[in-house]
């Protein structure tokens, strides 16, 4: 079946510095999902991306959608300890019955 | 607007006991709905999801079942928990179709001891 993949796992970075994380499916999406989950908290919405090559910003997050559809990436400027969280990529299946998520990346911020 | 409430925040359960998490939407009609699972430090496991009132689909065998009594209530019971079930029991909502986002409950902590 469809399986996303993100990485890194982890990252820990110094407070300013930036951040990546990759989002890798197995199959085309027709679009794909961002979601934030602070520690102790629920994934929130972030962002969708529809068109191939897409891209997005969020002050200092920027979204980028692959032009094959099947890869993505969230790069935070400048992190600041309120980025602290788990990020996770998501993309429909079953037309649109359900979602599936990779497994996150988790976000520490020294400050 | 639209919003989710599920209820209980937190739990701690024996070996062995039921389970039951409610989860309601308001403010939409005929929404698709999601209980998913959420081990410590973990990614998102969807156990099920129901796309209208008693149809349930289920993603992962266990011993958790899920019901849908009505077009915005969910239900995930259980009859005799196990220490694995442990867990952030996490219900989400969205409208039909590929191009929708899915909204997601506070979450239920869940202890089996």
């Known amino acids: 079946g469809q399986q996303v993949m993100q990485i890194p796992q982890y990252q820990h970075v110094q407070e300013g510095e930036d951040f990546t994380t990759y989002c890798n499916s197995s199959?085309?999406?027709?679009?794909i999902q961002w979601y934030k989950q602070r520690p102790g908290g629920h994934p929130v919405f972030l962002i969708q991306l529809v068109k191939s090559g897409e891209v997005k910003k969020q002050k200092r997050l920027t979204f980028q959608f692959g032009e094959a559809k099947k890869n993505s990436s969230l790069h935070i400027t400048a992190t600041q300890t309120t980025d602290v969280g788990t990020y996770f990529c998501a993309g429909p299946q079953n037309y649109g019955q359900n979602f599936v998520f990779g497994p996150g990346t988790r976000l520490s911020v020294l400050p | 607007s639209q919003t989710i409430h599920q209820w209980p925040a937190t739990l701690v359960q024996p070996v062995g006991s039921p389970l039951s998490l409610e989860c309601t939407v308001e403010?939409?009609?005929?929404?698709?709905l999601y209980w998913y699972r959420q081990a410590a430090g973990r990614g998102l496991q969807l156990l099920f999801y129901?796309?209208?009132?008693?149809?349930i689909s289920s993603e992962v065998p266990q011993n958790l079942s899920a019901s849908r009594p009505q077009d915005r209530q969910f239900i995930l019971s259980s009859k005799k928990l196990l220490l694995s079930d442990s867990g952030f029991y996490l219900c989400?909502?969205?409208?039909?179709?590929?191009?929708?986002?899915?909204?997601f409950g506070e979450g239920s902590w869940l202890t089996v001891v």
């Open positions: 129901s796309v209208g009132i008693g149809q």
């Open positions: 403010g939409t009609s005929n929404p698709n």
């Open positions: 199959t085309t999406l027709s679009n």
């Open positions: 989400a909502w969205s409208l039909g179709g590929s191009g929708n986002t899915i909204y």
